[in-house]
């Protein structure tokens, strides 16, 4: 059996855009809330046929990522996400929350490189 390695796909960290969840939810003593980073690849860093994966850094300002959801699609004009006719399959999501990133491994079902963009969902904890 061979296997082969995943590509690994550079992000844009600095151009994500962020979207602040609409404030915090009180919740059995700790507060909480839900964010977004929506995050475009790297120019020459499109997502080739087969595995790939992108670390996304995350963290700081005294809040703890508790759980994240990831999405893979196309990445359109102006870094927005668009559907194509690709096939992105998203493989493992793995938040690791005392080296503050996320690693996403996803499978791009096509036969040229693509541009990609990765939406990150958060739902971080507060401190008391």
Excluded: C
């Excluded at 990445?75 to 690709?86: K, M």
């Excluded at 998203?90 to 491994?105: I, M």
């Amino acid at each position: 059996m061979t296997h082969s390695q995943a590509h690994e796909a550079m992000l844009d960290i600095d151009g994500a855009k962020v979207f602040p969840g609409p404030g915090k939810v009180k919740q059995i003593g700790t507060q909480s809330n839900l964010s977004g980073i929506v995050t475009r690849s790297l120019p020459g860093s499109d997502a080739q046929p087969g595995g790939n994966y992108s670390i996304i850094p995350i963290g700081g300002g005294g809040v703890t990522p508790w759980i994240v959801k990831a999405s893979v699609t196309k990445q359109g004009p102006g870094g927005i996400p668009i559907v194509g006719q690709e096939i992105f399959e998203t493989v493992s999501v793995q938040l690791d929350q005392a080296g503050k990133f996320v690693r996403v491994a996803f499978v791009l079902g096509s036969n040229e490189p693509v541009p990609f963009t990765i939406m990150l969902i958060f739902g971080w904890t507060y401190p008391q």
